[in-house]
């Protein structure tokens, strides 16, 4: 009877902590929006596709496809088309729920600053990639957005992974409350340990 109490107070506390909702690692392909020729500019459709799946949005950068990206082929570069070989572009990432660490995969055709950067716009991390080098790098911290600085198409983000909950509302935490079938079953097990320790009493 003891086993079979302790069975049903862990199938409890189980089936309590999967009922909620928290931020886990998102990890987006940029390959999900169709872009009908292998670059396209980030507007606002694409945008609100991004925002709406991903939770970022994405401004003054491009989509592309290309076989020397050697992660998945498919990513952003700075800058937008009709701005390729221009000085000093810069894109920015931003992420609508504040995430707690970024792991970005990158890819700089020419020399590129990543630059990251909290809420209140401090400088958390910054990093270099140098002629046609990728690499991957995670930075943690309370980030809210990174920027990409290079001669413009020639700085790319090709991956990113954070916190995501699944919910765009500025917070990385929203918990779901326990269902009502939930607590019906919570009551049902309660009940079944009650009537089972009554009857070893007995």
């Known amino acids: 009877m003891k086993n079979r109490i302790t069975t049903l107070m862990v199938l409890s506390i189980i089936f309590i902590f999967s009922s909620f909702s928290f931020a886990y690692n998102y990890t987006p392909n940029f390959s999900d929006y169709y872009i009908s020729s292998t670059q396209q500019n980030v507007d606002a459709a ?8 991903y939770g970022i949005t994405i401004d003054h950068m491009y989509m592309y496809y ?3 990206d050697t992660f998945d082929q498919r990513g952003v570069s700075t800058g937008w088309l009709e701005e390729n070989y221009l000085p000093n572009m810069t894109g920015t990432i931003t992420f609508e729920d504040t995430t707690d660490f970024v792991t970005i995969d990158w890819w700089s055709i020419l020399p590129t600053t990543y ?7 401090n400088l958390i991390a910054t990093f270099n990639g140098g002629n046609d080098q990728l690499g991957t790098s995670t930075i943690f911290g309370s980030i809210a957005y990174l920027t990409v600085t290079a001669n413009g198409g020639f700085g790319q983000i090709t991956g990113l992974t ?5 919910t765009t509302d500025g ?11 939930a607590t019906m079953l919570l009551l049902g097990l309660g009940l079944m340990g009650l009537a089972g320790i009554r009857r070893k009493m007995k």
Do not use: K, L, Q, S
């Not at 630059?115 to 716009?121: G, H, M």
């Not at 917070?171 to 079938?181: K, L, Q, Y």
């Open 66 to 68: 290309d076989t020397r």
């Open 171 to 181: 917070t990385n935490n929203d918990i779901n409350g326990v269902p009502e079938p």
């Open 162 to 166: 954070y916190n995501y909950d699944g």
């Open 46 to 53: 694409a945008n609100a596709y991004f925002y709406t799946n």
């Open 115 to 121: 630059n990251i950067y909290d809420a209140t716009d």
